[in-house]
């Protein structure tokens, strides 16, 4: 497994301890590691998601904080990033830095 498969998997398992659904932290995992927006497509194809499931985990991290869905001016497409609300983003640090802990532990 690779490493960018590796932090999605432990990024939807921690959440799943979290009661929200597996693909809801796989979702965010690869949106905390893209450096660019990206389309539901484009999420789905990579985690090997059905869009719905896509659309369904955007929405639920949405009024979390921790995802921004950007509409596209003439266009129905949705462009998708992390983000950090205030409150949000010091547990999000550190919920990152646990699971590149993790993830050097071979975990």
């Not at 301890?17 to 539901?40: E, F, K, Q």
Request: proline content about 5%; overall charge positive; aromatic content about 4%.
């Amino acid at each position: 497994m690779n490493a960018r498969r590796a932090f999605t998997v432990s990024v939807g398992d921690l959440l799943a301890s979290w009661n929200l659904p597996h693909a809801t932290g796989r979702v965010y995992g690869l949106l905390l590691i893209s450096a660019d927006t990206l389309t539901l497509d484009e999420i789905a194809g990579e985690l090997e998601l059905s869009k719905g499931a896509v659309s369904t985990a955007v929405r639920q991290l949405d009024p979390w904080g921790l995802a921004r869905v950007i509409p596209q001016p003439g266009s129905r497409r949705l462009q998708v990033e992390a983000s950090c609300s205030p409150g949000t983003g010091r547990r999000a640090a550190e919920t990152l830095s646990l699971l590149l802990t993790m993830l050097a532990r071979g975990h």
